[in-house]
């Protein structure tokens, strides 16, 4: 199961002060920073890519939030 957030870091920030941990990757493609992965051409619908982080419920189940990229916005690093 998955949410569309409108700002991921503050979501991921408001969850972990709750007590949720995030998944960390490191693939070839696909590389979480802080828990949250850039993953440039998904949801091309949307925009030109989304942010997205998971994490997994009581009973181990992954559950994900997704923040869609539009072409105008750019992450701050």
């Not at 969850?15 to 490191?26: C, K, M, N, S």
């Amino acid at each position: 199961m998955g949410w569309e957030v409108d700002d991921i870091e503050a979501t991921v920030r408001d969850l972990r002060a709750r007590g949720v941990v995030f998944e960390e990757y490191d693939f070839p493609r696909l590389k979480t920073v802080d828990g949250i992965a850039d993953v440039v051409g998904n949801y091309p619908s949307k925009g030109s890519g989304e942010r997205g982080a998971w994490f997994r419920d009581s009973q181990g189940k992954m559950l994900g939030l997704g923040q869609p990229v539009r072409a105008a916005e750019s992450r701050a690093d």
